[in-house]
């Protein structure tokens, strides 16, 4: 198995410019997170979906940041429009039946200068 | 205050060293992760125990349910251990979502 798959891995944008983060999950999983990293922060949970449903997006920080799952295998991760205060790396991770044991993707630096 | 803390926050240690990590929570869990995220920046998820001990090669994760307390033990420490410990608990679902709340990290350098 190719394990959490995340798309850019790196991204760098300017202030204003729309960005879309891409995850794949491992196939026959049920959850899939979306956390956020930052020095001051370390990970916050943004959003988690179950069976593609949004569970709980108390998360996510404001009207600019969405976040949709079409299908079982991919979901998206959208700031619009970006700031320099979103620059973080965002990790996608997914998990079977229950919300225990995740597994996480290499994650996108994002950049917003 | 956080709900989940981490002691200490940076930790030095010579190789071969036995190396404790601590993590204390003031919620009523379900379950505690300890996460490993190496310097490249992948996490990787080391044990999840709702109670008890658990071993794992050279690691150990022990819980204390009624003191809302963990630890992570590293015996024979080799800079390969060289990483960023995350504690994260999951909250009794008690209404509540299923979601991990993250202490913020212990780095941990081990020296040859």
């Known amino acids: 198995d190719a394990g959490v798959i995340q798309s850019p891995r790196h991204e760098v944008t300017e202030m204003g410019q729309e960005v879309t983060l891409r995850c794949k999950p491992i196939?026959?999983?049920?959850?899939l997170f979306w956390y956020r990293q930052t020095m001051m922060r370390g990970l916050e949970l943004l959003i988690y979906f179950n069976n593609n449903v949004p569970i709980d997006d108390s998360g996510m920080p404001e009207d600019r940041f969405s976040a949709k799952m079409p299908n079982a295998s991919f979901s998206t991760l959208k700031i619009q429009p970006s700031e320099p205060r979103d620059s973080a790396v965002y990790f996608c991770?997914?998990?079977?039946?229950?919300?225990?044991?995740?597994?996480f993707g290499p994650g996108t630096r994002l950049t917003v200068l | 205050k956080n709900e989940v803390e981490q002691s200490p926050q940076n930790l030095t240690a010579q190789e071969g060293e036995f190396i404790t990590i601590n993590c204390s929570y003031s919620?009523?869990?379900?379950?505690l992760h300890w996460l490993q995220q190496h310097p490249g920046g992948g996490i990787v998820s080391l044990f999840m125990?709702?109670?008890g001990k658990k071993k794992h090669g050279r690691l150990i994760a022990t819980i204390n349910i009624q003191e809302k307390h963990s630890s992570l033990h590293i015996t024979a420490s080799h800079p390969r251990d060289s990483a960023v410990y995350i504690c994260?608990?999951?909250?009794?679902?008690?209404?509540?979502?299923?979601?991990?709340?993250f202490g913020k990290g212990t780095k941990l350098t081990v020296n040859p």
């Open positions: 919620v009523g869990i379900s379950a």
């Open positions: 196939s026959g999983h049920d959850y």
């Open positions: 125990l709702s109670s």
């Open positions: 991770a997914s998990s079977f039946l229950v919300p225990y044991e995740q597994f």
């Open positions: 994260a608990v999951i909250p009794s679902k008690e209404g509540g979502s299923e979601k991990l709340v």
